[in-house]
């Protein structure tokens, strides 16, 4: 049965936190006991192989692990450590909703587990995401010719959700504010994005909302498929000249990407198709049609004044 353990997670009302990297999976977990003894809540921890089956430098001083306790303010007469569910479920319901969610809110927001990574002074376009998709927005990012930078000279900023639920309010609102579209680049079916739609919905001068889907109810992003980088570019790159924020050096890197993303999946379509009557061509070849279709669809979509030929 397909699944993602997310929503069970938070059918039960237990916090998520999800790491991007492998420095990430060390500062979280040690964060969320901190926050499991705060809050008085289990707390999740998402693992997934992109964020922790690699290689790479990490700080493990323990001086960097000093967290900080936010006051607490009024708190229930049973305290919140210990709430027996089986005798009186509804009060059980009345402590997680009151009082231990608003005290996830303080923990997240006092030790920055949400954390804006770049920062335009002029923003105009914000992208928001959490976990193996941070990873993927970044190198997106980079397929365009868009480094740290040039993001910030541009308009666009990226905020990293590392508590995916529930999400902390005050610090995206701060995020949202002046950016006139936030893009919300997650793993699988949307988790942040309807949280900050409910937040934002309503306030004065509320950004555009794009994700899954864009302005228009289009399909940007797969909610059922692992999301691949140069998939994600081209999201960007679309909601950027919606944006009118696209110049000749990004459009140039887009259509390289796209150029050789094309060759090489004519090069898989060939051999795929010499050994079409196999099991795995039968499965793999209406997955890749379905892919180069969505391809197509979006850079044609995305390219009024100049079209990039993507003919297999």
């Given at each position: 049965m397909a699944a993602q353990s997310e929503h069970a997670l938070m059918h039960c009302g237990i916090p998520i936190l999800a790491p991007a990297n492998v420095q990430d999976c060390l500062d979280f977990g040690i964060a969320g006991f901190a926050m499991s003894r705060y809050s008085g809540l289990y707390t999740a921890f998402k693992a997934t192989n992109e964020t922790l089956e690699l290689?790479?430098?990490?700080?493990?001083?323990?001086?960097?692990?000093?967290?900080?306790?936010?006051?607490?303010?009024?708190?229930?007469?049973?305290?919140?450590?210990?709430?027996?569910?089986?005798?009186?479920?509804?009060r059980s319901d009345v402590v997680l909703t009151r009082y231990r969610m608003p005290l996830v809110h303080r923990f997240v927001r006092a030790n920055n587990i949400n954390r804006i990574l770049i920062d335009s002074p002029q923003r105009k376009f914000?992208?928001?995401?959490?976990?193996?998709?941070?990873?993927?927005?970044?190198?997106?990012?980079?397929?365009?010719?868009?480094?740290?930078?040039?993001?910030?000279?541009?308009?666009?900023?990226?905020?990293?959700?590392?508590?995916?639920?529930?999400?902390?309010?005050?610090?995206?609102?701060?995020?949202?504010?002046?950016?006139?579209?936030?893009?919300?680049?997650?793993?699988?079916?949307?988790?942040?994005?309807?949280?900050?739609?409910?937040?934002?919905?309503?306030?004065?001068?509320?950004?555009?909302?794009?994700?899954?889907?864009?302005?228009?109810?289009?399909?940007?992003?797969?909610?059922?498929?692992?999301?691949?980088?140069?998939?994600?570019?081209?999201?960007?790159?679309?909601?950027?000249?919606?944006?009118?924020?696209?110049?000749?050096?990004?459009?140039?890197?887009a259509e390289l990407f796209v150029q050789r993303r094309r060759l090489l999946t004519r090069t898989l379509w060939l051999q795929l198709v010499g050994r079409h009557s196999s099991a795995l061509g039968a499965r793999i070849i209406p997955a890749l049609k379905n892919r180069m279709a969505v391809i197509r669809r979006v850079v044609l979509a995305a390219t009024p004044w100049r079209c990039i030929t993507m003919t297999i």
């Open positions: 290689t790479a430098t990490v700080d493990v001083d323990s001086s960097r692990y000093q967290f900080v306790y936010p006051d607490k303010g009024e708190l229930p007469p049973e305290g919140i450590h210990f709430v027996s569910t089986h005798i009186d479920r509804q914000g992208i928001v995401t959490a976990g193996k998709a941070t990873q993927d927005t970044l190198q997106a990012l980079t397929k365009l010719g868009i480094d740290r930078e040039r993001a910030r000279s541009l308009g666009i900023s990226v905020y990293q959700v590392g508590c995916v639920w529930p999400l902390e309010p005050e610090g995206l609102k701060e995020f949202a504010q002046n950016h006139d579209e936030l893009m919300f680049i997650e793993e699988k079916r949307a988790i942040v994005q309807p949280q900050a739609t409910n937040i934002l919905y309503g306030s004065d001068n509320a950004p555009r909302i794009s994700g899954k889907q864009d302005d228009k109810g289009q399909q940007l992003l797969p909610e059922d498929v692992q999301l691949d980088q140069s998939e994600v570019a081209l999201a960007i790159f679309q909601r950027l000249l919606r944006a009118e924020m696209v110049d000749e050096d990004i459009r140039r890197h």
